[in-house]
């Protein structure tokens, strides 16, 4: 369909029409686990399910063969259909009519093609130029830098000569009008008239690519310390729009794409050329604007690839400024499961000045370490002026309050408003001195859990005596926690709201296959299921007065060598439920797997059950290969 335009509102029209399950059940039979579907991979060969469609997220994670994407792609991978032909074939399930081949369009496009070329064109001079001697300051600039000639070519750095007309006079050469060079940006047009002359002169050259890899502009930075622009980017053209194009893509794409199955390691966005270029080298998949604020175009473009990037920005005033436009912008945009984190750099350095200086190893950790939105928006607020007076403390709920009313989505609207609400009392809270002489009220017969129960006027309760359940738990730990089980039940301390779809589940009961873990899942499960609202650090409490305390510490000692992807620090929240859920499965498919290979022992009488027996241990050691995958 040649001349038709495919763009995302066109894509985003028939997604929303179909459910991956039900589009994707037709191949592979699929049942409910929890908030997902899961079946045998189409893939592989496998008899243990690691294939997963989520319709929440319009995606398939298939980690047996390591593949994930949307409907679009699973077509292209099972049926070997062009992405034309996909789009096409689930435009007609879903209804939508295919956009009608437009002439004129069909001519841009071939106008646009041709400006492609002198661009890639002249992206391959650029990249000679700086080799040649004429590149020699540019060569002395980069090394200086800590960038080696060996990375030249993965970011196809160039220069840009000083001369007026030196990429001129090749392309024409070439076969170049001066008017199509104009049109691609690389050449200025004098407003007196005059000749077309190059835009970009003595400059490090910088290619920025779409998403689909092809050169759309270029970024120049001057060698010259007195130039007017120490950066300079490529004008709007037909091909390139500032603000819908980050820097980067391609390179951060790779590096998502080559993540283990089952992670979702960051994605970081960075202010300039040589900080993206920095994250890359450190093994961090990094985009950057072009020399303005995020727009709400690269944002939904950002969302496309990670549910929670990281913007990081430099640690001065200029960082902090920007990311607070940030903030701004993105608020009205969030929705549940697409948000952002916020990472400072330390000491008013970049990304670049920190992998020159301390390693690649310093820079992951540096930018590891993030903020959620919700607590960077608090922070903002409450330190925009002093809180000495109620004025000024009433001025700060006015500020939380209308930060959260300009969140479009309602049910985000009032968690955000929950949330930044709780932190204000929080930092204002006080005991009044009859509180702090008797800080603990009976709760009345009936209410709360159990009649009875001592409760602090600010909602918290106090902790329950010393039971027996933590004294025989702690005597089981000589031989040391599971540690597939123990990511689970740590993560479950965190996040307790995870067992809602488990609480009758015997697998999770029984202590996800540990028997040291069995009481204090238990405790946990029956917490859950009396109060709605039951946060980590009350939970801790509560089971560390059980005398669970030591159970704790080797869950946490347990889980850190687990190497359970949902437990690592840089994972998204939605991403980290997700991936527990999948390990609750495998880990409770293995249990049933152990009983049942162990139930069969005794009864092996003829060839077909030693045939079923062998099926089983078959099944049961591939689950457990898999498992141990996390530590790869």
């Not at 995606?59 to 996909?86: N, P, V, Y």
């Not at 047009?189 to 890899?213: C, L, Q, S, T, V």
């Not at 998949?285 to 690269?298: D, H, N, R, W, Y």
């Not at 403390?393 to 989505?409: E, F, M, S, T, Y």
């Amino acid at each position: 369909m040649s001349g038709v335009r495919i763009d995302e509102r066109f894509l985003d029209e028939i997604k929303s029409r179909l459910r991956p399950s039900d589009v994707i059940g037709r191949t592979v039979k699929l049942r409910r686990q929890g908030r997902e579907f899961v079946g045998l991979s189409p893939f592989t060969k496998e008899r243990t399910p690691s294939f997963y469609v989520n319709d929440d997220k319009g995606q398939f994670f298939d980690f047996s063969s390591g593949k994930t994407g949307d409907l679009i792609t699973f077509l292209q991978e099972t049926e070997r259909l062009s992405f034309m032909e996909a789009v096409e074939r689930l435009a007609a399930e879903a209804g939508v009519p295919m956009p009608a081949p437009d002439p004129q369009a069909a001519q841009r496009e071939k106008v646009r093609q041709g400006l492609t070329e002198w661009l890639e064109m002249a992206a391959a001079w650029f990249e000679g130029e700086l080799r040649r001697p004429v590149g020699r300051e540019a060569r002395d600039y980069l090394a200086r830098r800590g960038l080696p000639e060996a990375e030249w070519s993965r970011f196809r750095l160039g220069y840009a000569p000083a001369g007026r007309t030196a990429l001129k006079d090749y392309l024409v050469a070439k076969g170049a009008r001066p008017a199509e060079l104009v049109e691609a940006g690389l050449l200025i047009a004098p407003e007196d008239g005059g000749a077309p002359y190059d835009r970009f002169r003595d400059r490090i050259i910088f290619p920025i690519a779409e998403g689909r890899g092809r050169i759309v502009s270029f970024g120049g930075r001057a060698m010259d310390p007195k130039a007017r622009a120490k950066y300079l980017n490529g004008p709007e053209t037909s091909l390139f729009h500032k603000g819908h194009v980050l820097y980067g893509l391609g390179e951060a794409r790779k590096i998502l794409g080559a993540a283990p199955a089952g992670e979702t390691p960051p994605l970081i966005v960075v202010e300039g050329y040589m900080d993206a270029i920095a994250c890359h080298r450190a093994g961090l998949a990094a985009v950057a604007p072009l020399g303005t604020a995020l727009t709400e175009e690269q944002m939904e473009l950002l969302w496309r690839l990670h549910p929670e990037p990281t913007l990081s920005f430099d640690g001065d005033r200029a960082g902090r400024q920007a990311a607070f436009r940030a903030m701004d912008r993105a608020l009205p945009l969030l929705k549940p499961g697409k948000s952002f984190r916020f990472s400072m750099v330390e000491g008013g350095k970049d990304a670049d000045d920190v992998l020159r200086e301390h390693g690649a190893q310093a820079l992951r950790q540096q930018l590891a370490r993030t903020t959620p939105f919700v607590e960077a928006l608090f922070a903002r607020e409450r330190e925009a002026e002093p809180l000495d007076t109620p004025e000024r403390k009433a001025g700060l709920k006015a500020r939380l309050r209308q930060a959260a009313g300009q969140i479009a989505d309602k049910d985000l609207q009032q968690a955000y408003r929950q949330d930044l609400f709780e932190r204000f009392d929080e930092l204002f809270r006080k005991e009044t001195p009859a509180a702090q002489a008797r800080p603990w009220t009976s709760s009345p017969p009936g209410e709360g859990r159990g009649g009875g129960r001592w409760r602090r006027r600010d909602g918290w309760e106090a902790p329950a005596p010393p039971t027996a359940l933590g004294k025989a738990a702690a005597g089981q730990l000589a031989r040391g926690l599971e540690p597939g089980a123990a990511a689970l039940a740590a993560y479950a301390r965190r996040h307790p709201q995870i067992l809602d779809d488990h609480l009758e589940d015997a697998f999770a009961s029984e202590g996800f296959g540990e028997p040291a873990l069995k009481d204090l899942v238990k405790e946990i499960i029956r917490l859950r299921l009396e109060t709605d609202h039951l946060d980590t650090d009350s939970l801790t409490r509560h089971l560390a007065s059980c005398g669970f305390n030591a159970l704790l510490t080797d869950i946490d000692r347990a889980a850190a060598t687990s190497g359970a992807p949902f437990m690592k620090p840089d994972v998204s929240l939605e991403a980290a439920n997700s991936q527990w859920s999948q390990a609750f499965a495998r880990l409770s498919r293995l249990a049933a797997l152990d009983k049942a290979i162990d139930a069969a022992k005794g009864h092996l009488r003829g060839r077909s059950d030693m045939e079923a027996f062998e099926r089983l241990k078959g099944e049961r050691d591939a689950l457990r290969r898999a498992t141990r995958e996390w530590n790869d």
